[in-house]
């Protein structure tokens, strides 16, 4: 039995919020134009991209990790990109968990968003151009507005599934304290070694986070869902 | 384009569903021109492609200035056209009040100078939706949604209004709420405005030049009047077959409550006090309410006796009824009009083109 050290829980708890806040925010960025393609778009292989999107719900997440090893390792491209700036690898690295995360996310926050896009059809679009908004100015003043119940749920999705990642860090991100050391794998390892106190504040922890994500999703969506009309 | 510059031209040629649409028209730069036929003949078609929404090869040239010609190349985008478009449907933005919506193109349409009628206050007391201003769009009935879309697109300065069936998602009751809110933009804006439709009652109520199409392609294009009562065209045997005639208040009788419209060829006598005099109306006449005397009926309680010559005759000879055009005055030089009268009654008369008749007009309706 270890000793309850609070600043040795609170690190895998802070590492885990700001990886999850990284990749939430990269996947809008990337994720938001991915879905306006995917709603808009009429090329015939579009469907193609939203599988290749998608693969993530159903890979075991151990295949997505071994071959983002070999592609973030020092053999890889992720390899090279970090020799630019004097590192060997990016795997076992905080930016190697960012965008293993941001991949294995995807689905869950391109999905939502692409939804809404497609929801409200064409019309409004039309319309903004009929009153002299230019695409841009439309995507902006028109679709994102109305697309907003989707862009929180994505958010919420992304952020949520982040936190509960386990199988692709540990493949990608070993267990490194205050660098990969996330809650998933913390709490693996407190178990491994019988440290129950800690396994039980973190896990009960993350089963009142679920909880609280899951009744917010839900309760968003039924208030939009209402007024949206 | 000199020399046609006070006109608005427009042809398609393309492929439309099971037909292909091949249509070359022009219209007036004043008034409403409707675009009539019915559903499927491709009129919204014609109306997307005017806004640039969708995309055929020919060209649309508004008086001056050339939005599309294939052949040369060009191809304004939609945004950068100065239209204004009212669809089917509302189709407000649902995440903006009704004056966000109501500002949304007003604020894109830059600087150009607005006239009085197409100020904020102008537009929002013209269609009366200044009660409305801080609600939400879903907090509107049909009727107030649709005027808010006028007003939008009418905000947005635009210089031709494209309106496509905008009263065909609501009841009778509403199109009779909205109408009289048309007739006042039609009186008080200079702008052309093409009205898709395939309600012959709208048609009637408002459009000054109508473009009849059927199957992709312009069956007949003109003034109201002259379509209604071309005997070569499917209109006159429609079973609501009526004609329009503008007529203009000469004499108001307070005895007996009438008022006398001078009309090309006559006078017609409508019951009520309709105006003062000199005010322009809009008269329609039924077929179906017009009936034809060789002598001049002097025991009758038709108020409307008025001379008129037979212009034409058109009937099948196995059916009962036929369609008679007749043009009002004594020398046939006036209005026509468009009458259904039974074969019988016809042979009987021995009516035929060139016979001097009296019409007599069972009823006049104000249509506005």
């Keep these: ?229 | 384009m000199s020399g046609h510059a006070r006109e608005i031209s427009m042809a398609l040629a393309g492929p439309l569903g099971s037909f292909s649409l091949d249509v070359d028209f022009k219209m007036p730069m004043r008034g409403i021109t409707a675009l009539f036929g019915p559903s499927g003949c491709g009129k919204t078609t014609i109306l997307r492609c005017m806004a640039g929404l969708q995309r055929l090869p020919g060209h649309f040239i508004v008086g001056e200035e050339t939005w599309q010609d294939s052949a040369r190349g060009i191809f304004v985008r939609t945004h950068q056209r100065p239209i204004g478009y009212v669809f089917q449907e509302a189709s407000l933005f649902q995440h903006l009040s009704v004056r966000q919506n109501l500002m949304f193109g007003a604020r894109r349409a830059g600087d150009a100078p607005a006239d009085d009628a197409l100020s904020f206050d102008g537009i929002v007391d013209l269609l009366g939706i200044g009660h409305l201003l801080d609600r939400s769009p879903a907090a509107l009935s049909g009727g107030e949604r649709q005027r808010v879309a006028v007003g939008r697109a009418l905000l947005s300065r635009p210089r031709i209004l494209l309106m496509d069936e905008p009263l065909s998602a609501l009841d009778r009751m509403t199109k009779e709420e909205i109408l009289p809110y048309f007739e006042r933009l039609h009186k008080s804006l200079a702008m052309p405005i093409v009205y898709v439709t395939h309600d012959i009652g709208e048609v009637a109520r408002l459009a000054d030049t109508m473009v009849l199409l059927d199957k992709g392609r312009v069956v007949a294009s003109g003034p109201l009047a002259e379509l209604q009562t071309d005997p070569s065209l499917p209109l006159i045997a429609a079973p609501e077959a009526a004609v329009m005639i503008e007529g203009r208040v000469d004499s108001i009788d307070e005895v007996y409550a009438l008022t006398s419209f001078a009309v090309p060829g006559g006078v017609l006598i409508v019951p009520g006090r309709q105006g003062a005099k000199g005010v322009v109306r809009r008269l329609r006449i039924a077929a179906s309410d017009v009936s034809f005397t060789r002598t001049a009926a002097t025991d009758t309680t038709i108020l409307n006796c008025l001379p008129a010559r037979v212009v034409s005759v058109d009937g099948h000879a196995n059916e009962a009824q036929v369609n008679i055009v007749a043009a009002l005055g004594g020398d046939g030089k006036g209005a026509r009009i468009a009458a259904r009268i039974t074969r019988k009654s016809l042979d009987a008369l021995t009516l035929a083109p060139g016979t001097p008749v009296f019409a007599q007009i069972k009823s006049v309706a104000l249509v506005k």
């Design chain 1, 1 to 229: 039995m270890g000793e309850l050290n609070l600043a040795e829980l609170w690190s895998p708890i802070r590492l885990t919020i700001e990886l999850a806040f990284v990749t939430t925010i990269l996947l809008l960025v990337i994720g938001t134009p991915l879905a306006w393609w995917l709603a808009r778009s009429k090329a015939r292989w579009k469907e193609a991209v939203a599988t290749v999107v998608a693969m993530p719900l159903v890979l075991p997440p151990t295949v997505l990790g071994f071959y983002l090893l070999l592609l973030l390792g020092p053999n890889g491209p992720g390899g090279v990109i970090a020799g630019l700036y004097g590192a060997r690898t990016l795997a076992f690295t905080f930016s190697g968990l960012v965008i293993g995360s941001v991949l294995y996310s995807m689905p869950f926050v391109v999905q939502p968003i692409r939804n809404a896009f497609e929801a409200f059809g064409d019309r409004p679009l039309e319309v903004a151009a009929t009153l002299r908004a230019s695409p841009w100015d439309t995507f902006w003043s028109v679709a994102v507005p109305l697309a907003r119940p989707g862009f929180m749920s994505g958010a919420i999705l992304g952020f949520a599934h982040t936190i509960g990642e386990f199988g692709v860090i540990l493949m990608i991100g070993g267990n490194i304290p205050g660098q990969t050391k996330v809650l998933s794998v913390a709490i693996y390892d407190y178990v491994e070694t019988q440290q129950w106190t800690q396994a039980h504040i973190l896990s009960a922890g993350m089963v009142v986070f679920s909880f609280a994500v899951i009744l917010a999703t839900m309760t968003l969506g039924k208030r939009f869902g209402q007024s949206g009309r």
